[in-house]
């Protein structure tokens, strides 16, 4: 690395005008905008808190529901990852690496396909009840595997999970075979190694995959639109609906900034719970 | 505390006395590879004990065998009377030291060394003692609140031996101890570990590939090659009497000649015979460089060949010299008859020879 | 593009291909990677002579690009394509001069002429005006003029008719209380378009035929009642009309209310077949409008003739699946598209087989509901 402060820098500088134009600025433009109004399709830029407190009386439920289903599903997705991770890191020998180009692969996979994989497989002629027919469990086609919350769970954890393996499996990559067989060596059963060694050294990597899969999943309005069903609307929706077809990007921008308000809250309590329970006694 | 190593040393070999590892038949293959030949092997207790090999001869296997860490295809591990073969590591009475250590990076040295007896769940109060004894032994008082990223190499390996031995193991396993360590550091562990292995007279046995190593260490040497123990004893009976070529060379530097007994008498290919007994066969007979005499200084009786010296070189204790033989071998000839290297030049030719006592005739195969 | 005759593969492949591929108007919802796209295509060419910066429906430019205009006449598109109507709106009054021409929804034509966002439209430097059907203007002349002048010129058409799936459904459906059948529940869907949903099924509630200007209780009525068809009774709201034609496809749904266009892209497994239910059924007209700053009115008036033109009318109605306003195109028109519009009877059809709405109020006044109102409507059921 170079010493010289100017060269420091210079190399700096790039990284920090992309990160000052293409994310704080706007960011602080959505903040700013979320205590202007709209009327008639105008903009009017006096200090209003009247967007927030519509945050909280006409979409406080929606934006708890949001919370809830994301929550859900940073958590299957991060414990799907962890054990994921844990068996390529750990248990997959000369398989591991094969492992993890797969899960890299199906990242690439795109959004949609995904979404689209699932409706085939969900479907009322999807390939599950197709084969529950063949296999004469039911009659007929069961029509509440899809359209529901539970399948935009299951799409957003399946396309989320690759996000949730890879900080997993870095960190675990810093945990030594010999670390684990110390522990053994000292007494260890395997859930108090993963208690007392393992999970204290993943603690960065869990709160990156839950934090990268919360986030997206709270901010999505996608799937739940195209898998979801009519009961599945989700603050994202909300957020799509206001800024496209009310164009009230005020009212849109007070709801992306409470949702962002609320997943950062929860993944600094995850912070503090880990860093709590996790702490060596 | 007061059993030392000079007792041990002193008190084997002792068949009366049962012995503290017994391993019978122990065999490890990964399919069709086999890592480790069926072996019986004796430890007792006291010892400090070296299996050492070359790279790939299946001494670690072997380590991790007697610590439960592998899982032998057949035979029988037994520490202190109790058959133990099928016991995870947390259930022996051992405790082992890992090559790269295994610290915990979140805990600090106190934390690494006292989680075991914890795990145990020990009274707080014991706990405390036993952590501070041990702390006080490996001389790590002032690095206790530290973490393992803070630590040296040598201070890393102290931990790590700390927090193996406050668990107080009936035996303890070394793998490759000092191996990461550089020369100056290996020469002061190796100290620290005789202090320690004499100031708690406990078992302790290593993995090792360096000779040197083991002779420094340990009172007994196994000397592993292709998965079997070719040669199990104590440092002075293994470098005098190796029994095979390869130990001869693995274990400190000998001259190898090659020759045939015929009828009683052994002829080198180099040149000069003597009296052998023995079947007829390809031999090859072994002497260390020091026991290897020059010129004028040839004893009665001794076995002679003629050469060209090739190089003289002053190593301080001793001068170092190498004898080019017609044949193409050579030898190599440790003396400390300062005065000698004045009357001698290189490219003379001069007589080397040795007495039948000093060496060994091995069957050549 | 020959969508309507490609065999099906599978499920997949048709969706990816519908995700992929450019598309009628209000797609309203088409994920990230077409949003991406959308923003890439900014530019075009910046060699050409003449560049215009154009606001529409994606799909919709190929009626202005049709045979070959824009190489023809060295000028180049600066497209945006947008994802509701209203960014129209927005755009012209933040910085008008952004937009030199772009695809108003027709009801809102007399607000934006009214603002001075558009410019009224001289129909002699639109040659291919007079050829177009006379009913189509007649139809559109209520929300496509102001003051006598005309601010749109319409180039295609498109109704939001009860769409059912006829191997199933052997009884043709004439009211749109049938799509509300037990037999349907759990087997109809409606599309997330609160602007259609309201013109349909406020006419069905209120029995008010103005569907758009209606009362705040009617609207509250009509709010009421789409929230109960949602619990009880459909499978889903689609995300888009497409979306329709694939749940169609997956057999996921036998009835709904769609687009015409909806039938060909469910693919030819299933027969899908429409009706005008007997309460009114809402039909839309599409015009190019001409902003009020444009700087080369020349240009915008010979690329929108283009688009009423006969090869800007061929190309746009065959990609888009959508129907021709000029009566000369028909005779080289597909035998598809002429099955799925009624050319035959198209003086009729407007008056009458479905109903043009008028703009909805922008204030509100207490009693009638206005557009935010609507919105405030259409989040309700959402949220329901």
């Known amino acids: 690395m170079p010493r010289n402060p100017v060269v420091l820098t210079l190399f700096a500088l790039p990284a920090t005008l992309i990160f000052l134009l293409f994310f704080l600025g706007p960011f602080i433009y959505f903040v700013v905008m979320s205590f202007w109004s709209v009327s008639l399709f105008r903009l009017s830029r006096d200090f209003t808190l009247v967007n927030y407190l519509d945050v909280y009386r006409e979409y406080g439920y929606s934006v708890a529901f949001t919370f809830a289903i994301a929550l859900l599903i940073a958590v299957i997705a991060t414990l799907l990852a962890f054990g994921f991770a844990y068996l390529i890191r750990f248990r997959a020998g000369r398989l591991g690496p094969t492992l993890l180009f797969v899960t890299l692969i199906t990242m690439f996979g795109g959004y949609l396909v995904k979404i689209y994989a699932w409706r085939t497989i969900l479907g009322t002629t999807g390939i599950l009840n197709t084969g529950l027919i063949e296999l004469g469990i039911i009659d007929e086609p069961v029509s509440w595997l899809l359209y529901n919350p539970g399948a935009v769970v299951a799409t957003l954890t399946h396309f989320l999970l690759p996000f949730a393996v890879l900080p997993l499996y870095g960190s675990l990559r810093g945990i030594s075979d010999a670390q684990l067989a110390a522990a053994r060596d000292l007494g260890a059963r395997p859930l108090r190694m993963l208690i007392d060694i393992v999970l204290p050294q993943c603690q960065p990597g869990i709160l990156v995959a839950f934090m990268l899969t919360f986030f997206i999943a709270a901010g999505d309005y996608v799937t739940p639109r195209l898998v979801g069903g009519t009961a599945t609307a989700m603050a994202g929706n909300f957020v799509e609906n206001q800024f496209i077809t009310a164009l009230n990007a005020p009212q849109s921008s007070a709801l992306a900034v409470a949702i962002l308000a609320v997943s950062a809250g929860t993944v600094l309590l995850l912070r503090a719970v880990m860093r709590r329970t996790l702490a060596v006694r | ?365 | ?384």
């Open chain 3, 1 to 384: 593009m020959k969508r309507i005759h490609r065999p099906r593969l599978d499920g997949l492949v048709r969706t990816r291909s519908l995700a992929a591929t450019p598309f009628p108007r209000r797609r309203l919802l088409q994920g990230a990677g077409a949003l991406g796209a959308a923003a890439m295509l900014g530019g075009g060419s910046a060699q050409a002579a003449t560049s215009l910066k154009l606001m529409c429906w994606e799909g919709y430019d190929v009626f202005l690009e049709g045979g070959d205009f824009l190489a023809k006449n060295d000028m180049s598109l600066d497209k945006t394509y947008i994802g509701a109507p209203e960014e129209i709106v927005a755009k012209l009054r933040i910085s008008p001069r952004e937009v030199d021409l772009g695809c108003p929804y027709f009801i809102e034509v007399p607000f934006m002429a009214a603002e001075g966002l558009l410019q009224p439209l001289d129909l002699d430097k639109l040659p291919n005006f007079k050829n177009l059907f006379p009913a189509i203007v007649d139809a559109a002349r209520s929300n496509m003029t102001y003051e006598d002048k005309w601010y749109s010129a319409p180039f295609t058409w498109a109704s939001i008719p009860l769409m059912y799936n006829a191997n199933e459904v052997k009884e043709p459906l004439e009211s749109w209380m049938d799509m509300l059948k037990p037999e349907f529940k759990g087997k109809s869907a409606i599309p997330a378009d609160p602007t259609s949903v309201f013109a349909t099924w406020g006419r069905v509630v209120t029995g008010n035929q103005s569907p758009n200007r209606m009362t705040l209780a009617e609207l509250d009525e009509t709010v009421k009642f789409l929230i109960d068809m949602k619990k009880n009774h459909l499978r889903t709201i689609a995300a888009s009309y497409g979306e329709l034609a694939d749940l169609f496809a997956r057999k996921e749904i036998l009835v709904c209310e769609g687009a015409e266009w909806v039938a060909p892209l469910a693919g030819e497994d299933v027969d899908i077949k429409w009706s005008f239910p007997k309460e009114g059924t809402m039909s839309y007209i599409e015009g190019w409008s001409m902003g009020s700053h444009t700087s080369n009115p020349d240009a915008v008036y010979a690329i929108i003739d283009n688009a009423l033109s006969v090869d800007g009318q061929l190309a746009g109605a065959e990609y888009n699946l959508l129907p021709i306003t000029n009566a000369e195109a028909l005779p080289k028109l597909s035998e598809a598209n002429r099955s799925l519009y009624p050319y035959d009877d198209i003086a009729s059809f407007f008056t009458t087989k479905v109903r043009i709405e008028e703009m909805y109020l922008l204030e509100a006044d207490g009693i009638n509901a206005s557009w935010d109102d609507y919105i405030k409507g259409w989040e309700t059921v959402m949220k329901a």
């Open chain 2, 1 to 365: 505390m007061t059993a030392s190593a000079a007792t041990a040393v002193a008190s084997r070999p002792q068949a009366d006395r049962p012995p503290l590892v017994r391993l019978r038949g122990l065999t490890k293959s990964y399919g069709s590879m086999v890592a480790v030949k069926p072996l019986d092997l004796d430890i007792q207790s006291g010892d400090f004990y070296a299996l050492l090999g070359p790279s790939g001869c299946g001494k670690t296997t072997l380590l991790r065998m007697i610590g439960g860490f592998t899982e032998p295809t057949a035979g029988t591990v037994e520490i202190d009377g109790v058959d133990v073969t099928r016991m995870g590591p947390e259930r022996r009475p051992t405790n082992m030291v890992f090559q790269g250590y295994g610290l915990f990076p979140h805990m600090t040295v106190r934390q690494n060394i006292a989680y075991g007896l914890k795990l145990a769940k020990l009274p707080a109060a014991e706990v405390e003692t036993r952590v501070k004894e041990i702390i006080g032994l490996v001389r790590l008082e002032q690095l206790a609140e530290r973490r393992p990223d803070g630590l040296s190499g040598g201070q890393a390996q102290r931990v790590a031996l700390a927090r193996a031995l406050v668990m107080r193991p009936r035996v303890l396993l070394l793998d490759e101890p000092l191996a990461a360590l550089d020369l100056q550091l290996r020469k002061a562990m190796q100290e620290e570990l005789r202090r320690i292995h004499r100031s708690i007279g406990g078992t302790f046995v290593f993995v090792t590939h360096d000779q040197g190593e083991a002779m420094a260490l340990a009172n007994r040497i196994a000397v592993m090659d292709a998965g079997a123990c070719v040669q199990e004893g104590g440092p002075e009976e293994i470098y005098g009497a190796p029994r095979t070529r390869f130990i001869s060379t693995f274990i400190g530097e000998a001259n190898v000649l090659p020759g045939r007994r015929q009828g009683g008498r052994v002829t080198l290919e180099a040149g000069g015979s003597f009296a052998d007994a023995g079947a007829d066969e390809a031999v090859v007979v072994v002497v260390r460089p020091e026991a290897m005499a020059l010129g004028g200084n040839l004893p009665q009786g001794a076995v002679k060949l003629t050469g060209r010296l090739a190089d003289s070189v002053f190593l301080g204790p001793y001068v170092r010299y190498r004898v080019e033989l017609p044949g193409g071998g050579e030898i190599i000839l440790h003396s400390q008859d300062f005065a000698l290297r004045h009357r001698l030049a290189v490219d003379d030719t001069v007589e080397v020879g040795w007495t039948t006592d000093v060496q060994r005739v091995l069957a050549d195969r």
